[in-house]
């Protein structure tokens, strides 16, 4: 499950005049981009389309999001052996990048069957055989996420801020499982279309230290500059 920046038809406050962006609990309109049954409809014609061409399907933001995070990784100096989960794996694009990486314990999850089975299909495509997908929903999985050094988030905070129910509660559950599944001082990698740095900072201000901004295109408009996606990366502090 995740939100290319493409896709997302709701408005954004990502031009800046940070007094403007201060609620992050600013509610976007309802998005079937945050219903369950979307996602599973387009993974499911992204299987097929595999099965029969070998595409993979879109990368959400990118190939440069990826490779920000990679850099970033390198630059932390994140080891080999740490524990990293993929939050809503989506086609597993990501995992594979990983895993060339050198990264060796991995972890994706999504909601929908048809991702999980696309993913394992991609992974398997490449002979990337030790890394774990699972069916899971990240709000509906207690206890069962936990000892992660670093967690990476690809859109699918974005998908969870457009569902038509309760997307204010389910934006506070996904805090206390992003918590839950770190360890301390772990890394939360957090990729957004939909919030600002400003409303990302206040949203992630409990339990969570702010580590540095990733770098991404930028744009002006009417004076003000502005950025279509925004990259922050957070470290779990109890």
Same mark, same amino acid.
């Given at each position: ?5 493409? $896709?997302?038809?709701?408005? /954004? ?19 079937? +981009? ?18 029969d061409i070998g595409d993979v399907g879109e990368i959400w933001f ?5 490779? /920000? ?12 052996d740490a524990a990293i989960l993929d939050i809503g794996t989506g ?28 993913? /394992? ?8 055989? %030790?890394?774990?997908?699972? &069916? ?7 206890? &069962? ?7 990476? %988030? ?7 801020? +457009?569902?038509?129910?309760? $997307? ?13 599944? +770190? ?19 206040? /949203? ?9 901004? +990733?770098?991404?295109? $930028? ?8 950025n279509s996606v925004t990259a922050l990366i957070f470290k779990r502090?109890?």
């Amino acid at each position: 499950m995740e939100v290319a920046a493409e $896709s997302v038809e709701v408005k /954004r406050g990502n031009i800046s005049d940070q007094e403007d962006d201060s609620g992050s609990d600013t509610d976007f309109e309802p998005s079937k +981009l945050g219903t369950k049954e979307y996602w599973e409809d387009a993974y499911q014609r992204e299987l097929e389309t595999f099965a029969d061409i070998g595409d993979v399907g879109e990368i959400w933001f990118g190939e440069e999001s990826m490779s /920000r995070v990679l850099r970033w990784m390198d630059k932390a100096k994140i080891p080999a052996d740490a524990a990293i989960l993929d939050i809503g794996t989506g086609n597993g694009a990501f995992l594979v990048e990983l895993a060339k990486h050198g990264c060796r314990t991995l972890t994706g999850i999504d909601y929908s069957p048809a991702s999980v089975e696309l993913a /394992r299909s991609v992974l398997q495509a490449e002979d990337l055989t %030790d890394v774990t997908v699972k &069916e899971m929903d990240f709000l509906n999985c207690p206890g &069962e996420l936990k000892g992660f050094d670093v967690c990476i %988030d690809k859109g699918t905070f974005d998908a969870i801020s +457009l569902n038509p129910d309760s $997307s204010k509660d389910n934006k506070k559950l996904y805090l206390q499982v992003l918590k839950d599944a +770190l360890k301390d001082k772990g890394f939360f990698a957090i990729t957004s279309c939909n919030w600002t740095k400003e409303q990302l900072l206040d /949203r992630f201000s409990e339990g969570f230290e702010f580590v540095e901004e +990733l770098p991404t295109p $930028s744009f002006q408009f009417g004076g003000k500059k502005g950025n279509s996606v925004t990259a922050l990366i957070f470290k779990r502090i109890h």
